[in-house]
């Protein structure tokens, strides 16, 4: 009996608790609902690289379909339109060009492009790593991103003189890799966020 007294007065308090909440809500107020979190900043949408392939199509246009590469300056080659630079372009770019383009064979032409592969926005690791060639960012990467796909560094490297090698409008820039510094994560200042077209040189 003497035991059933604490949980008693236990269930007696969460009861006037309960009680209390209610009577300080206003009538017919809704609950309070969390907000949700605020979204993050957006991601700049992907642009056009050579060697990108890409599904181009018309609506209602069965012979306007083609499967097309981006060619080395940057351009396709579409029925009606002929040549289109689409380089350094978002899909929808491409979409908006090609069909003002063919307004003068089409009434309200509607083109629909996807990007079928990424081929263009690819980085190259040259020298010392287990498995030196393209790599293809098919999303973000950095620089130990990168080396781990290309399996790693090779026996005889010189962790500290890889650099990254990126061609700006002002000429080839170089980024030194501290190696050493990054595997121990001491400072990961060095390891940047690699675009198309770097070079990762591993000496």
């Known amino acids: 009996m003497n035991r059933s007294k604490p949980l008693l007065g236990l269930l007696i308090a ?4 309960t009680l209390r909440v209610q009577a300080e809500t206003p009538a017919g107020a809704a609950p309070a609902v969390p907000e949700a979190p605020a979204a993050g900043p957006a991601k700049p949408p992907y642009l056009l690289k050579e060697g990108d392939v890409l599904d181009v199509s018309v609506w209602q246009e069965d012979n306007l379909r083609k499967e097309l590469r981006v060619l080395p300056d940057g351009s396709i080659t579409f029925p009606l339109v002929g040549r289109v630079e689409v380089a350094g372009l ?5 979409e908006k060009k090609v069909a003002e383009k063919l307004k003068s064979y089409l009434a309200d032409p509607v083109v629909n492009v996807v990007i079928g592969g990424i081929n263009g926005n690819r980085v190259y690791v040259i020298g010392n790593v287990v ?15 990168v080396l781990s796909l290309a399996g790693g560094l090779g026996r005889f490297a010189d962790e500290n003189a890889i650099k990254v090698l990126r061609e700006t ?23 940047v966020p690699l675009r198309a077209g770097d070079t990762l040189l591993v000496p």
């Open 90 to 94: 978002t899909s929808g770019d491409v």
């Open 14 to 17: 969460c009861l006037l608790f």
């Open 131 to 145: 498995k030196p060639g393209p790599v293809i960012l098919d999303v973000p990467m950095s620089v130990l991103q």
């Open 169 to 191: 409008a002002e000429g080839t820039q170089t980024l030194p890799v501290r190696y050493s510094d990054l595997i121990k994560a001491k400072d990961l200042s060095t390891n």
